[in-house]
T-cell receptor, first 116, second 117 residues
Framework: GAGVSQSPSNKVTEKGKDVELRCDPI?????LYWYRQSLGQGLEFLIY????????KSGLPSDRFSAERTGGSVSTLTIQRTQQEDSAVYLCASSLRTRPLVYGYTFGSGTRLTVV | AQSVTQLDSQVPVFEEAPVELRCNYS??????LFWYVQYPNQGLQLLLKYLSGSTLVESINGFEAEFNKSQTSFHLRKPSVHISDTAEYFC???????????????FGKGTLLTVNP
């Protein structure tokens, strides 16, 4: 596609339920990131995928969070037993190169998650 | 760990006035510095970046930022703003300390620039 596509754009869920957020990166991009943007906060790194390498999961805030990337393309971020503090905008970004900070990467529009 | 401080959470200005959005970062052996912009209801877009070389970098829409190593700053400036510049601006850094990565960005909390007529 022309850009990074995220779905759904908005998600309201009840506390304790599981949610899945999807990211469809630009075709051919090998690097994929998930970030979280909470109200009044900057962006918080969650996880990084690069090709077939083991992902960097160091930013995941708890074991309720997990992510996978199938076939080196689409990625799914799963939050189990959601809590109110999980409410945030979840952003996905992808990049073509192995040095994404040099060559730049493209953000999606995000999924706004509200836990009630 | 890297940290980024954007001192102003909100900056209101009038159209055609100059503006400076401040950004300071924690020191590192070497850094890459970025400004991203988020227009209302849109995703983040890269505005400009400093990787190496000239300490003054410019964007295509009139913004510029200067890397100041001694002051660990990367302030964003524009001599004359337009209403269309209303957006949230994020400063970000990637540094290479021992054990650091060259792919992970640390973001500031953002500065909301509001340009009034």
């Amino acid at each position: 596609g022309a850009g990074v596509s995220q779905s759904p754009s908005n998600k309201v869920t009840e506390k304790g339920k599981d949610v899945e957020l999807r990211c469809d990166p630009i075709s051919g991009h090998t690097a994929l990131y998930w970030y979280r943007q909470s109200l009044g906060q900057g962006l918080e790194f969650l996880i990084y995928f690069q090709g077939n390498s083991a992902p960097d999961k160091s930013g995941l805030p708890s074991d309720r969070f997990s992510a996978e990337r199938t076939g080196g393309s689409v990625s799914t971020l799963t939050i189990q037993r959601t809590q109110q503090e999980d409410s945030a905008v979840y952003l996905c970004a992808s990049s073509l190169r192995t040095r994404p900070l040099v060559y730049g990467y493209t953000f999606g529009s995000g999924t706004r998650l509200t836990v009630v | 760990a890297q940290s980024v401080t954007q001192l102003d959470s909100q900056v209101p200005v009038f159209e055609e006035a100059p503006v400076e959005l401040r950004c300071n970062y924690s020191s590192s052996v070497s850094v890459y510095l970025f400004w991203y912009v988020q227009y209302p209801n849109q995703g983040l877009q890269l505005l400009l970046k400093y990787l190496s070389g000239s300490t003054l970098v410019e964007s295509i829409n009139g913004f510029e930022a200067e890397f100041n190593k001694s002051q660990t700053s990367f302030h964003l400036r524009k001599p004359s703003v337009h209403i269309s510049d209303t957006a949230e601006y994020f400063c970000a850094v990637s540094g290479q300390n021992s054990g650091g990565s060259n792919y992970k960005l640390t973001f500031g909390k953002g500065t909301l620039l509001t340009v009034n007529p």
